[in-house]
C-alpha cells in the first residue's frame, strides 16, 4: 500500500470499493453448505495439544467450473476449526509454504505477546531470500523462517474466537485470499446448557468476495491506474456472498431448534441479517467474548467485520418444505442474500435456550478509573495518506499507551466514519454508545465494536496476565493495512 510503513513488497494498491465480478456468477442457493473440518492435534503430551498448520496455496472451486487460488491454512478457506477445551493449552505450528510472509493472530485469544501475532513477528516462507527479513529500522520484529509455534493457554471461558491474517501492510490482502478460520473455546458452563448441538450447531463464516473471469479473487492491484486509491480508503466490497467458503449456499433443517456461531470474517463489509420469512428470531445467546447473561432476542442482527453472535434460531414453525433465506438488509439484489436453509422435515428437539445462561454478568463501572481516548479519523500522518488513531499513522516503534495490567480502564472510541474497533488481548464490556446506553448489539464481552459515523462508545477494559505489546485498530481491513491501528504496552 502506497500508505503503508513499510511494505516488504510490491505494492497490491487500491481500487473501487465496490468490485464487481467479472466471472459469471452461479445460481443462489445450489451448493449445499460447508462445514470447516475440525483441527485434530498431532499428539498431546502433558496436557498440550499440539497441532500443525501448513500455510499454503490452493485451487479451489469455489465458483462452479472455476478455478480460484487462494492462500489457505492448510490449503483451505476458511482454514481448519480448532475446537478446544478452555485452560488447556493449544500449541500450533504454523509452516510457511506460500510465498510471502506471514503472522498468526488469534483474534479473542487471552495470548501471550510473543504469540499473539505482532506484525512484524513475520513468519518468512522457507528456503527464500527475503532482503528485508530482518526489518531493520523498522521496529524489530521476532522473524522466523519455516516455522513458528503459537502457543495459546485458552485461560478464557467459552467463546466462538477466530484466527487470520496479521502481517504488517497486508493484512487485507492474505485475508481476503483466503487466510482466517475458527477457533472455538467450550467449557463446563457452556457444556451444561441444554443448547442445540452436534450436527444442529453451525458455524456461519461470512465473507464477501469478487471474482476474475477466470475465476481468480479479485482485488485492487497497482495496475489499476490512478484515482483508485480514494476508492480503496473505504475498504473492499465484493459482491459474492460466501459463508463457510460457498457462494450463497444452502443448509437443509430439521423443523428444530439451530445454533449458529455467526463470523463476519468480511474485510470490510457489514451485515444487517434477517430471515425473510415466517416467525424465527435471531436469539442472541453468545457474543465475541461468550455467553451473555440472558438471551436477547434480534429481529435483525448488525454484524461488523470481526464481530461474532451466537445465535439460535427455531425453525419448529415452519412447515417441512419452507424455504427460508438469510438476507442482507444492507445491500439489494444477489449481494442482499447470504445463504437459504430449506425446512426438510419435523423432527425431535430436546434443546432449549434457558433464561439464564451464564454467570455472566455486566461489571458496574467503578469511579476514578484511567480514561484514554482513541480517535479514529482519516488523515495524515508521518508522512502517509489514510487514516489514522489520535492523529498517528501506525507506527511498531511508538506505544501510544501504557496500560496498567489488572486494572479496569475507561476507554473512548470517537470516529468519522463507520469503524469496527478491536481490542487485543482482552475483551471488553460496553458502557456507553452516543452518550446513552449501550446498542442492542452490545451485550457481554465484546472485543470488536461497530462504531457509526460521529459516535463515542465508551467500553471497560482490563487487561490480566500477560505483559507486553498488543494493538489496538480498525478491523475494517484495508483501514488498518493504510496504519489506523496503535501499539500499547501492559506493564
Ligand atoms: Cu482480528 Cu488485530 O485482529
Ligand atoms: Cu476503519
Not at 489457505?72 to 500449541?91: E, I, K
Amino acid at each position: 500500500l502506497t500508505l503503508a510503513n513499510c511494505g516488504l513488497e510490491t505494492s497490491p494498491a487500491q481500487s473501487a470499493e465496490l468490485l464487481k465480478s467479472e466471472a459469471p456468477l452461479p445460481e443462489a442457493f445450489k451448493v449445499p453448505l460447508p462445514i470447516p473440518p475440525v483441527k485434530m492435534p498431532l499428539r498431546t503430551q502433558a496436557g498440550i495439544d499440539y497441532y500443525r498448520v501448513v500455510q499454503q496455496k490452493a485451487s479451489l472451486e469455489i465458483l462452479p467450473g472455476l478455478k480460484t487460488e487462494i492462500l489457505g491454512y492448510d490449503g483451505l478457506l476458511p482454514g481448519p476449526t480448532f475446537d478446544v477445551r478452555s485452560g488447556r493449552t493449544t500449541v500450533v505450528e504454523q509452516v510457511n509454504h506460500l510465498d510471502v510472509p506471514t503472522a498468526v493472530h488469534l483474534h479473542g485469544g487471552h495470548t501471550p505477546a510473543a504469540s499473539d501475532g505482532w506484525p512484524l513477528d513475520l513468519l518468512m516462507p522457507n528456503g527464500e531470500h527475503h532482503e528485508h527479513a530482518g526489518h531493520g529500522g523498522m521496529g524489530g520484529g521476532d522473524v522466523a523462517t519455516g516455522s513458528r509455534k503459537y502457543t495459546y493457554p485458552n485461560t478464557q471461558r467459552a467463546a466462538t474466537l477466530w484466527y487470520h491474517d496479521h502481517r504488517m501492510d497486508y493484512t487485507a490482502p492474505q485475508v481476503y485470499r483466503g487466510l482466517f478460520g475458527l477457533h472455538l473455546i467450550r467449557d463446563a458452563e457452556e457444556d451444561a446448557l441444554p443448547l442445540p448441538g452436534g450436527d444442529r450447531e453451525i458455524p456461519l463464516v461470512l465473507a464477501d468476495r469478487a471474482f476474475a473471469a477466470d475465476g481468480s479473487f479479485l482485488y485492487p492491484a497497482a495496475t489499476d491506474g490512478p484515482g483508485v486509491e480514494a476508492k480503496y480508503m473505504e475498504g473492499v466490497i465484493g459482491d459474492v456472498m460466501l459463508v463457510n467458503g460457498a457462494p450463497w449456499p444452502v443448509l437443509e433443517v430439521d423443523a428444530a431448534r439451530y445454533r449458529f456461531r455467526i463470523l463476519n470474517a468480511s474485510n470490510a463489509r457489514r451485515f444487517e441479517l434477517a430471515l425473510d420469512s415466517g416467525p424465527a428470531r435471531f436469539v442472541q445467546i453468545g457474543s465475541d467474548g461468550g455467553l451473555l447473561g440472558a438471551p436477547v432476542e434480534h429481529k435483525t442482527l448488525v454484524v461488523a467485520p470481526a464481530e461474532r453472535f451466537d445465535v439460535v434460531v427455531d425453525f419448529s414453525a415452519y412447515q417441512p418444505g419452507t424455504e427460508v433465506t438469510l438476507l442482507n438488509k444492507l445491500d439489494s439484489g444477489r449481494a442482499g442474500q447470504v445463504m437459504r436453509f430449506k425446512v426438510m422435515r419435523r423432527a425431535g428437539d430436546d434443546s432449549n435456550v434457558p433464561a439464564k445462561l451464564s454467570s455472566y454478568a455486566a461489571v458496574p463501572e467503578p469511579s476514578g478509573l484511567i480514561h484514554r481516548e482513541w480517535r479514529f479519523r482519516r488523515g495524515s500522518a508521518n508522512g502517509h495518506q489514510g487514516w489514522t488513531i489520535n492523529g498517528k499513522a501506525f507506527d511498531p516503534q511508538k506505544m501510544q499507551a501504557s496500560v496498567k495490567l489488572d486494572q479496569y480502564e475507561v476507554w473512548s472510541f470517537v470516529t468519522d466514519v463507520h469503524h469496527p474497533v478491536h481490542i487485543h488481548l482482552a475483551p471488553f464490556q460496553v458502557l456507553r454508545r452516543g452518550g446513552g446506553k449501550p446498542g442492542p448489539y452490545d451485550a457481554g464481552w465484546k472485543d470488536t465494536v461497530d462504531i457509526r459515523p460521529a459516535e463515542v462508545v465508551d467500553v471497560l477494559v482490563r487487561f490480566t496476565a500477560h505483559k507486553g505489546k498488543y494493538l489496538i485498530h480498525c478491523h475494517n481491513l484495508e483501514h488498518e493495512d493504510m496504519a489506523m491501528m496503535a501499539a500499547f504496552e501492559t506493564v
